[in-house]
């Protein structure tokens, strides 16, 4: 089955950039999309065809994907940032729809 | 504005089937370029993708479910719901229904996201 990795923590201080690694099997021929999920809450797309934005959310949340590996990227982070996030990519082979295991990000 | 809402028991016997239904107020379930999934959370874990459902009833699940899962559209009622079949303890989580965006149009281009979110239900499985 495919996998995608992703750190399990992240810590970035108020202000700074935060990156965000996903990493999978030649994932820089498939698209990512990414999500934020804060405590309690239900998961809001940030980032989908590798790296548009939906409507509202944020400039500082950009994307890329090459290779093996997709980067969330987080510009001048703010406290409310803090949350969890998820990668998303589609294995071919199988046909489904898998997510990342997940970063924990923190602004110390 | 897209609402999505999700109904059903909280409290599943092992072994009997989670039945739950999803209810889409604010746009039409049988709009194109959208599906319509499930997507669970087990307690302090990771997403699962369970499966989407096209308004025509065009189905894709997680091969690890397909053989338990079932999802169906009901167009005259907006819904659309998900059944599992057999379920343990492993199957206790937050189970969220969503809508998909296809933004190439085409499925199996595999770049559709999940842009609108139900506020998820809690089922537990337990005796």
């Given at each position: 089955s495919y996998e995608l990795t992703q750190p399990p923590s992240v810590s970035v201080s108020p202000g700074q950039t935060a990156s965000i690694t996903c990493s999978g099997d030649k994932l820089g021929d498939k698209y990512a999309c990414w999500y934020q999920q804060k405590p309690g809450q239900s998961p809001v797309l940030v980032i989908?065809?590798?790296?548009?934005?939906?409507?509202?959310?944020?400039?500082?949340?950009?994307?890329?994907?090459s290779g093996n590996t997709a980067t969330l990227t987080i510009?001048?982070?703010?406290?409310?940032?803090?949350?969890?996030?998820?990668?998303?990519a589609w294995d071919s082979r199988n046909a489904y729809y898998v997510f990342?295991?997940?970063?924990?990000?923190?602004?110390? | 504005?897209?609402?999505?809402?999700?109904?059903?028991?909280g409290l599943v016997k092992p072994s009997e089937t989670l039945s739950l239904?999803?209810?889409?107020?604010?746009?039409?379930?049988?709009?194109?370029?959208?599906?319509?999934?499930?997507?669970?959370?087990?307690?302090?874990k990771g997403l699962e993708w369970i499966g989407s459902i096209y308004y025509s009833g065009?189905?894709?699940?997680?091969?690890?479910?397909?053989?338990?899962?079932?999802?169906?559209?009901?167009m005259a009622k907006n819904q659309f719901s998900l059944?599992?079949?057999?379920?343990?303890?492993?199957?206790?989580?937050?189970?969220?229904?969503a809508r998909q965006s296809i933004y190439s149009g085409t499925y199996l281009q595999g770049d559709g996201a999940f842009d609108f979110w139900g506020q998820g239900t809690m089922v537990t499985v337990s005796s």
């Open positions: 989908y065809q590798d790296d548009k934005r939906p409507s509202g959310i944020p400039e500082r949340f950009s994307g890329s994907n510009s001048g982070t703010q406290a409310m940032d803090e949350a969890d996030y998820y990668c998303q990342g295991t997940g970063t924990k990000v923190t602004v110390l | 504005q897209l609402q999505l809402q999700e109904s059903g028991p239904t999803c209810t889409v107020s604010g746009g039409s379930i049988s709009s194109s370029s959208y599906f319509w999934g499930w997507i669970r959370q087990p307690p302090g065009s189905t894709y699940y997680n091969p690890s479910l397909k053989s338990r899962a079932t999802i169906i559209v009901d059944k599992l079949r057999s379920v343990t303890a492993a199957d206790t989580a937050v189970y969220y229904c």
